[in-house]
């Protein structure tokens, strides 16, 4: 019963924040027939939206994933890519997605739907970054494969993919260490840490790593440890265009392989690993005492 | 439900304090809290007679103010002293921010010890103090952040007219909150909760307030009230989104919680 008068109830209330999806279904998605004939849009629709039945793909919140409204997460996502740009002046919190709320009309009580350490904010932002490095290694495969440019050496193709993804976190510099610590919260830390692995495979990935042995593991470690280590030191460079770390990345690259030449891999890309933890552990916790200060 | 409230006004907060044993302080600070309001906020707190409710949100949002100030000025380093005289004095005329609170009750009575409270603790502004009835706010659409009813919703007759009008009151974005008490799950402390609310409040009611039957009402009206998924559903059914809860004190008072998206 419910279900049947769920989806004229909601859409005409027309949602106040909501917008459509497409500009194409101009016209009302329901027609308030009490009937709920559902017939699927002929373009530009979801695709898993069966044509028969009242109600296909009820959420038990009545219909607001249907056709042509935003669901949620949506609207949550423009929420929080429109706080953005205020992070460099309030930092990673609730305030920031407060303003952000307020750019897209929204009343700054919308920041409540998310946490109020920033945790959701800056997970947004991590992934988005994966996301546009995904796209830019996925564009540079293309040129390869079309021939039109050179397939670069291993080294070549980490450094460059680790700077394209470090260059991401420049404009959010100095509120960078906050976001961190906030990543390395017990409650953050499995959502951070599949963030990065996702970020280390798909760079592999990319980089022609076709191995399914035991080195698909200690490359993966490598290159974590690679990664978090540049990105400590970016945190405390201040040498024009962050050029002292692009060294410090080169050197490392260089290390990563000249280790797997040598027979003791394993042991040694352990050690690696447990210095590179180490440091950065006290890195942070360098940056953690400073931080009443940002 | 005008009587009970007329007759129990100004011994409301001290009954408030021997019934929940002083844990309501708690509750309404946590309810704050979840609010987490950002200076410039505004806030309609219905059913907020005394106003508990509408102090805690000038107090949150005075400190969290205070702190962006603060932080602002450390980042004027090399500011002249003038400068930052300046800054402070423009500063000080705005404590709160713009952060505003009407204070909306059925009952006259109620809002004047709210207003002789207010006066007494030193709150002046951002409070406004209004009267009206849940079921049909004296508002315009569009106008409040966020929608505040702290154990009130219980003593509306049309719950979902008061939800509706909640809904119609906000702005988009804005966020409707209520305190209420819910349904204990757990069945030992559900026997401990009815024999301490039917064997000892309305007694404390006598001693008191002098009224035994007010409270007894009050018990009663607690026990008929839908628990925390029907009183989810009815939310959703205003119109709002993500429409959560949380437990409080295993069940004994819930917060609920929805968005106008």
Redesign the interface.
């Known amino acids: 019963v419910r279900c049947q008068h769920y989806p004229p109830?909601?859409a005409l209330?027309a949602?106040?924040?909501?917008r459509r999806v497409s500009d194409e279904h101009k016209k009302e998605p329901f027609t308030s027939s009490s009937q709920q004939q559902f017939d699927p849009h002929p373009a530009g629709h979801q695709p898993e939206q069966e044509p028969q039945g009242p109600h296909p793909s009820y959420t038990g919140?009545?219909g607001?994933e249907s056709e042509d409204y935003e669901s949620?997460e949506q609207?949550q996502r423009r929420i929080l890519t429109a706080a953005l740009e205020f992070v460099p002046e309030h930092g990673w919190t609730?305030?920031a997605i407060?303003e952000g709320?307020k750019t897209?009309?929204?009343?700054?009580?919308?920041?409540?739907?998310f946490h109020?350490d920033g945790s959701d904010l800056i997970l947004h932002f991590v992934s988005e970054c994966n996301a546009k490095l995904s796209e830019l290694l996925e564009k540079e495969q293309k040129l390869v494969q079309l021939g039109e440019a050179e397939k670069k050496p291993t080294d070549e193709f980490l450094r460059d993919a680790v700077e394209a993804r470090l260059r991401m976190l420049i404009p959010y510099i100095e509120k960078w260490p906050q976001a961190l610590s906030v990543l390395l919260l017990p409650r953050n830390i499995p959502s951070s840490l599949s963030l990065l692995t996702s970020l280390i495979d798909d760079i592999w990935h990319y980089a022609g790593d076709q191995s399914t042995d035991f080195n698909w593991y200690t490359r993966r470690a490598v290159l974590t440890g690679i990664y978090n280590t540049t990105e400590l030191v970016m945190l405390q460079d201040s040498s024009p265009d962050f050029e002292d770390t692009w060294r410090f990345l080169e050197n490392r690259v260089a290390d990563a392989m000249n280790m797997s030449n040598t027979a003791s891999q394993v042991q040694s890309t352990g050690e690696a690993v447990v210095q590179g933890l180490m440091g950065a552990a006290v890195t942070v916790s360098n940056v953690e005492t400073l931080r009443p200060?940002l | 439900v005008y009587q009970v409230f007329e007759s129990v006004a100004k011994k409301y907060d001290v009954m408030n304090d021997s019934m929940t044993l002083g844990i309501h302080r708690v509750w309404k600070d946590f309810l704050v809290h979840?609010?987490?309001?950002?200076p410039?906020?505004l806030l309609l707190d219905v059913a907020g007679g005394t106003g508990d409710i509408a102090f805690r949100f000038i107090n949150y949002v005075r400190s969290v103010r205070e702190r962006?100030l603060q932080r602002k000025l450390?980042q004027h380093q090399n500011l002249s002293w003038q400068e930052i005289f300046e800054n402070y004095q423009e500063d000080k005329c705005n404590s709160l921010g713009d952060s505003q609170v009407v204070v909306c009750d059925i009952n006259r009575e109620m809002l004047k010890v709210g207003k002789q409270k207010a006066q007494h603790l030193g709150y002046s502004e951002g409070l406004s103090w209004v009267l009206g009835n849940a079921e049909e706010l004296p508002f315009d659409d569009?106008k409040f952040?966020?929608y505040t009813i702290a154990f009130g919703i219980r003593n509306v007759t049309r719950i979902d007219l008061a939800l509706q009008e909640a809904y119609r009151v906000?702005?988009?974005?804005?966020?409707f909150l209520c305190l209420e008490f819910s349904h204990v799950s757990n069945p030992l402390l559900s026997r401990l909760y009815d024999l301490y609310s039917f064997q000892v409040i309305p007694v404390l009611g006598e001693v008191i307030a002098g009224d035994w039957r007010s409270y007894q009402y009050l018990v009663e009206s607690i026990r008929q009230f839908p628990p925390q998924e029907e009183l989810k559903a009815m939310i959703?059914?205003a119109?709002f989104?993500?429409?959560d809860y949380e437990n409080l004190n295993f069940g004994i008072v819930a917060i609920h919680?929805g968005?106008?998206?």
Do not use: I, W, Y
């Open positions: 109830l909601r209330q949602s106040a924040a909501l919140q009545g607001q949620e609207l609730a305030e407060a709320a897209l009309g929204l009343s700054v009580a919308a920041a409540g739907m109020s200060e | 979840k609010m987490n309001p950002c410039g906020t962006q450390k569009d952040d966020v906000l702005k988009p974005g804005g966020r959703e059914d119109g989104f993500k429409v919680s968005f106008k998206l």
